[in-house]
Protein backbone atom coordinates (compact mmCIF):
# COMPACT_ATOMS: atom_id res chain seq x y z
CA UNK A 1 0.00 0.00 0.00
CA UNK A 2 1.56 3.77 -1.06
CA UNK A 3 1.71 5.91 1.73
CA UNK A 4 2.97 8.34 -0.10
CA UNK A 5 1.26 11.88 0.27
CA UNK A 6 0.91 13.99 -3.16
CA UNK A 7 0.48 17.66 -4.29
CA UNK A 8 -0.43 19.78 -7.18
CA UNK A 9 3.41 19.95 -7.38
CA UNK A 10 4.04 15.97 -7.96
CA UNK A 11 4.76 14.90 -11.34
CA UNK A 12 2.23 12.78 -12.86
CA UNK A 13 5.37 9.80 -13.17
CA UNK A 14 5.39 9.77 -9.79
CA UNK A 15 1.50 9.61 -9.38
CA UNK A 16 1.25 7.01 -12.66
CA UNK A 17 3.93 4.74 -9.85
CA UNK A 18 0.76 4.67 -7.52
CA UNK A 19 -1.46 3.55 -9.73
CA UNK A 20 -2.35 -0.31 -10.04
CA UNK A 21 -1.35 -1.76 -13.68
CA UNK A 22 -4.71 -3.15 -13.96
CA UNK A 23 -6.40 0.03 -13.57
CA UNK A 24 -4.66 1.59 -16.33
CA UNK A 25 -5.17 -0.85 -18.49
CA UNK A 26 -8.80 -0.46 -17.94
CA UNK A 27 -8.43 3.15 -18.76
CA UNK A 28 -6.72 2.07 -22.14
CA UNK A 29 -9.33 -0.10 -23.02
CA UNK A 30 -12.27 2.91 -22.53
CA UNK A 31 -9.68 4.57 -25.02
CA UNK A 32 -9.73 1.98 -27.23
CA UNK A 33 -13.76 1.89 -27.31
CA UNK A 34 -13.86 5.49 -28.13
CA UNK A 35 -11.62 5.47 -30.77
CA UNK A 36 -13.84 2.60 -32.26
CA UNK A 37 -16.49 5.40 -31.81
CA UNK A 38 -15.08 8.09 -33.44
CA UNK A 39 -14.10 5.98 -36.57
CA UNK A 40 -17.14 4.63 -37.02
CA UNK A 41 -18.63 8.15 -36.57
CA UNK A 42 -16.19 9.29 -39.36
CA UNK A 43 -17.24 6.71 -41.69
CA UNK A 44 -20.76 7.02 -41.70
CA UNK A 45 -20.38 10.47 -41.92
CA UNK A 46 -18.14 10.04 -45.08
CA UNK A 47 -20.40 7.34 -46.36
CA UNK A 48 -23.57 9.65 -46.47
CA UNK A 49 -21.79 12.80 -47.30
CA UNK A 50 -19.45 11.60 -50.26
CA UNK A 51 -21.33 8.68 -51.45
CA UNK A 52 -25.03 9.96 -51.14
CA UNK A 53 -24.26 13.24 -51.71
CA UNK A 54 -26.09 14.30 -48.72
CA UNK A 55 -25.16 17.95 -47.43
CA UNK A 56 -21.99 18.02 -44.81
CA UNK A 57 -24.13 20.39 -42.27
CA UNK A 58 -27.04 19.35 -41.45
CA UNK A 59 -25.34 15.32 -41.68
CA UNK A 60 -23.00 16.38 -38.76
CA UNK A 61 -25.56 18.07 -36.70
CA UNK A 62 -27.67 15.33 -37.18
CA UNK A 63 -24.63 12.67 -36.05
CA UNK A 64 -23.42 15.02 -33.07
CA UNK A 65 -26.65 15.52 -31.95
CA UNK A 66 -27.34 11.29 -31.85
CA UNK A 67 -24.18 10.54 -30.55
CA UNK A 68 -23.25 13.48 -27.95
CA UNK A 69 -20.46 14.98 -29.79
CA UNK A 70 -20.52 19.00 -31.60
CA UNK A 71 -21.26 18.94 -35.27
CA UNK A 72 -17.44 20.92 -35.20
CA UNK A 73 -16.10 17.19 -33.76
CA UNK A 74 -18.04 15.09 -36.37
CA UNK A 75 -16.67 17.65 -38.94
CA UNK A 76 -13.38 16.55 -37.30
CA UNK A 77 -14.23 12.92 -37.46
CA UNK A 78 -15.35 13.37 -41.19
CA UNK A 79 -12.26 14.58 -42.24
CA UNK A 80 -10.42 12.14 -40.60
CA UNK A 81 -12.48 9.32 -42.38
CA UNK A 82 -11.97 11.06 -45.83
CA UNK A 83 -7.94 10.93 -45.41
CA UNK A 84 -8.07 7.61 -44.40
CA UNK A 85 -10.56 6.86 -46.75
CA UNK A 86 -7.99 7.63 -49.58
CA UNK A 87 -5.19 6.29 -47.98
CA UNK A 88 -6.33 2.59 -46.26
CA UNK A 89 -2.91 1.23 -46.16
CA UNK A 90 -1.88 3.41 -43.77
CA UNK A 91 -5.08 3.11 -41.40
CA UNK A 92 -4.58 -0.70 -42.19
CA UNK A 93 -0.90 -0.96 -40.86
CA UNK A 94 -1.41 1.17 -37.69
CA UNK A 95 -4.59 0.47 -36.99
CA UNK A 96 -3.80 -0.38 -33.78
CA UNK A 97 -2.97 3.14 -32.94
CA UNK A 98 -5.38 5.31 -30.88
CA UNK A 99 -7.64 7.50 -33.18
CA UNK A 100 -5.38 11.10 -31.74
CA UNK A 101 -2.69 9.88 -33.26
CA UNK A 102 -4.51 9.29 -36.82
CA UNK A 103 -6.07 12.93 -36.25
CA UNK A 104 -2.50 14.57 -35.62
CA UNK A 105 -0.91 12.52 -38.29
CA UNK A 106 -3.28 13.64 -41.03
CA UNK A 107 -2.53 17.49 -40.61
CA UNK A 108 0.83 16.73 -40.80
CA UNK A 109 3.64 17.44 -44.35
CA UNK A 110 4.39 13.34 -43.79
CA UNK A 111 1.51 11.07 -42.09
CA UNK A 112 3.64 7.99 -42.72
CA UNK A 113 6.44 9.25 -40.97
CA UNK A 114 4.52 10.49 -37.82
CA UNK A 115 2.52 7.33 -37.94
CA UNK A 116 5.89 5.12 -37.97
CA UNK A 117 6.77 7.23 -35.08
CA UNK A 118 4.29 6.51 -32.72
CA UNK A 119 4.87 2.53 -33.91
CA UNK A 120 8.08 2.73 -32.13
CA UNK A 121 6.94 4.40 -29.26
CA UNK A 122 7.74 8.17 -30.07
CA UNK A 123 5.12 10.02 -30.19
CA UNK A 124 1.98 9.36 -27.59
CA UNK A 125 -2.03 10.12 -27.58
CA UNK A 126 -0.81 12.39 -24.67
CA UNK A 127 1.58 14.33 -26.74
CA UNK A 128 -1.58 15.29 -29.48
CA UNK A 129 -4.63 15.09 -27.44
CA UNK A 130 -7.79 17.61 -29.36
Known amino acids: MNTQTFDATTPIAEVLKALPDNE ?3 L ?24 RYLPVMQICKIIGGRTDYG ?3 VRQFLYNARYYHE ?5 ERYHM ?3 S ?4 ARQCSDPAEVLQ ?3 EGQLSPSQ ?3
Not at 87 to 91: A, F, S, T, V
Open 24 to 26: LDE
Open 28 to 51: DAIGDSRDDQRWRIGDKARAWIDD
Open 71 to 73: HER
Open 87 to 91: HPDLR
Open 97 to 99: LRF
Open 101 to 104: IFEY
Open 117 to 119: KAM
Open 128 to 130: VKF
